[in-house]
């Protein structure tokens, strides 16, 4: 992508590698089997992968002491201006001496492999902890904001061979904070994308930085990579890098954890003031993720201000909070091992229409050209072209997948409100408050979204993926003899009269699909709408490579022949399958719609100023 602002930004959103094909797939296991026999040979013990991003993979093990470490791995298979990026980060980290930042142990070079080796922070890293409980409470949502500021203020002052050299770290996010329950520490890791700050908190340019003006590149941003669900806009529209990137970074990732959120975006509609957060540290939020640059810097000084007189804020004892959930949830009684996938079409018509450059549309039609993996990357950059309360939904929607769940939801937009069908089946009870947490999201944010139009999510199991591949683009594509679409049954025999169907039609064609399945696929669909079941089927085709994406319940056992009858029909008739892209069907159990009005925002709700006397 070449537009001028996110040229500098990528995001990585790892694929699930139950959706890689075979040799992919093989190819990441020998890989990583390498990295352990690696580190194993340089007398490492316990290795073990605890992390993969889009660049490359971290392992955590111990050195002859027992100390407990991490290595970061590249992967091999990029281009060396990006392995040389790790050698950047190592020694970036390496200048840090912080007790909230890992220290970096040591960097190796073996061969074409790097390896940047350091101290391992204890702990879960927010993103999972805040999937785990969902909204974090107000006490330790001040006790984080106290210790990310004294690490920003720390990285604003920092000195270099007796000059003012600052440092941005320029990628603040849950997932790149590491959370200590026992003790209540943080650490921020993954330095990847940290420079020397070009311009101090005042904005003027940083003294001393005699190299730079002599490169006369001093207009140009020397910024890295970010993540557009958590940076500010100075850093999305490639301005120069300032302390001011990380106070956005720091805003952004506490709104998203006392949110229960995976994103900065919903902002408008669900406030910082509507967290039940102390008001001093609402209004400090609010004012960073303003849209005004000189209440986000007033906010950021603030807060950097008074972080002695949050430390001493007086918190009752945490509550636990229930959720009840707007949509219906089903929860299984024992955990299942699954790996959820979110498959959402009719994206594009969360788009702000008007704003459609001709550009944007290309950029549109060529994206669906390119493998999921890709498209996930791309479109995350592509929501640039929607509003934030779209863009917050569609966060939402996406973290639902973080969980363990299978079903769908439609959601139909009208002028009196939102009408929500859905079929949410959570296999791992641990997870239920969260999970209904993350549901209502989604309701809020939709009720805030006013348009005309539908938009609808599958999601399934993607160990349930089948993968068929063929040599060249023209053969066809023929799967294996024992090639099944797998489906459950429900416990007991629904039939049709029990309850209503929604109908895999009945929302017409999908304008964001485009593969056109061959008549015989049709006719197989057609039929098995006819009989009780819910679920969805997608296909995915590329060059050489198709995945059939689907998670089916059977709920009218008495027709378990014809519905078997019809799977193993469309399986017969892949080769009859033309074209690239991707196009999917879903049908809900029945239509239990849930109807919500339109609102524009949740209402105040902040701390008690004096919660022992409650
Ligand atoms: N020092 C550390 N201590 C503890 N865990 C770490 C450390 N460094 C990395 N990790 C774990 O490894 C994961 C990946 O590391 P990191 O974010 O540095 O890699 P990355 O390739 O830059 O990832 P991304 O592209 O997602 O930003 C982290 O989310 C974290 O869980």
Same mark, same amino acid.
């Given at each position: 992508m070449t537009r001028k602002g996110i040229r500098h930004f990528y995001i990585p959103e790892e694929q699930s590698?139950?959706?890689?094909s075979h040799a992919d797939a093989k190819k990441l296991k020998d890989w990583i089997a390498l990295c352990i026999a690696q580190l194993e040979s340089l007398?490492?013990?316990?290795?073990?992968?605890i992390g993969k991003g889009a660049y490359g993979f971290a392992f955590g093990g111990r050195d002859h002491a027992g100390a407990e470490l991490v290595f970061k791995f590249t992967?091999?298979?990029?281009p060396v201006s990006m392995q040389d990026r790790l050698e950047e980060e190592a020694f970036m980290q390496g200048l840090l001496s912080h007790s909230h930042i890992p220290a970096v142990k040591e960097f190796y070079q073996r061969g074409r492999q790097s390896i940047l080796m350091m101290e391992r922070a204890p702990g879960i890293d927010l993103e999972q902890y805040s999937l785990r409980e969902g909204p974090v409470g107000p006490r330790l949502i001040v006790k984080m904001a106290v210790q990310l500021g004294k690490i920003l203020l720390y990285l604003r002052q920092f000195e270099l061979d007796g000059g003012h050299r600052p440092i941005v770290h320029g990628d603040i996010k849950p997932s790149n904070l590491v959370w200590d329950?026992?003790?209540?520490r943080l650490s921020l890791i993954?330095?990847?994308?940290s420079v020397y700050a070009q311009l101090d908190e005042h904005l003027q340019p940083v003294q001393n930085n005699v190299l730079d003006l002599m490169s006369?590149?001093?207009?140009?941003t020397n910024a890295r990579l970010g993540d557009i669900y958590f940076i500010g806009d100075a850093q999305l529209n490639g301005e120069r890098s300032s302390p001011r990137f990380d106070e956005q970074g720091l805003a952004g990732t506490l709104y998203a954890l006392a949110s229960g959120?995976?994103?900065?975006?919903a902002h408008q509609v669900?406030?910082?003031?509507?967290?039940?957060?102390?008001k001093i540290l609402s209004d400090i939020l609010t004012y960073m993720l303003s849209d005004s640059v000189s209440e986000q810097h007033s906010g950021g000084d603030y807060l950097l201000s008074h972080l002695k007189l949050l430390e001493n804020l007086v918190f009752a004892n945490d509550s636990v909070e229930r959720y009840e959930s707007l949509l219906p949830v089903w929860v299984a009684k024992e955990r299942k091992n699954i790996e959820s996938v979110v498959y959402s079409s009719r994206?594009?018509?969360?788009?702000q229409q008007n704003d459609l450059s001709e550009q944007q549309s290309d950029e549109l039609s060529q994206l669906s050209y390119l493998n999921d993996a890709q498209f996930e990357r791309y479109y995350k950059n592509y929501? !640039? +072209?929607?509003g934030a309360t779209e863009k917050g939904f569609l966060a939402a929607v996406s973290r639902l997948?973080?969980?363990?769940v299978v079903g769908g939801l439609v959601i139909h937009w009208q002028p009196e409100g939102v009408y929500i069908d859905s079929s949410l089946n959570l296999?791992?009870?641990?997870?239920e408050q969260a999970f209904k947490h993350a549901v209502n999201t989604v309701v809020t944010l939709a009720r805030a979204i006013h348009r005309q139009g539908v938009f609808k999510c599958c999601l399934f199991d993607a160990k349930n993926t089948l993968h068929i591949e063929r040599?060249?683009?023209?053969?066809p594509f023929v799967a294996g003899a024992a090639t099944v679409i797998p489906y459950e049954k429900s416990s007991v025999s629904l039939s049709t009269s029990e309850s209503r169907v929604h109908s895999y039609?009945? !929302? +017409?064609?999908?304008?964001?699909?485009f593969l056109a399945l061959p008549p015989q696929i049709m006719q197989a669909i057609k039929a098995l709408n006819a009989i009780h079941h819910t679920g969805c089927i997608i296909f995915e085709a590329l060059e050489k490579h198709l995945k059939i994406h689907s998670y089916y319940r059977l709920?009218?056992?008495?027709?378990e022949n014809e519905f078997n009858a019809l799977l193993n029909e469309i399986i017969d008739s892949l080769p009859l399958l033309t074209g690239e892209g991707t196009c999917g069907f879903m049908k809900l159990p029945y239509k239990d719609t849930r109807f919500f009005e339109h609102r524009a925002k949740c209402a105040d709700k902040f701390y008690p100023r004096n919660p022992r006397a409650r």
């Open positions: 590698v139950y959706l890689l007398g490492f013990t316990d290795i073990s992968l992967r091999i298979t990029l329950e026992n003790n209540e993954d330095w990847g994308s006369g590149d001093i207009q140009q959120q995976s994103a900065r975006f669900i406030p910082p003031s509507s967290l039940g957060l102390p994206k594009s018509f969360l788009r929501l !640039d +072209g929607m997948a973080r969980y363990p296999q791992d009870p641990a997870r040599e060249q683009i023209e053969a039609f009945e !929302d +017409g064609d999908d304008p964001d699909e709920l009218d056992h008495t027709k």
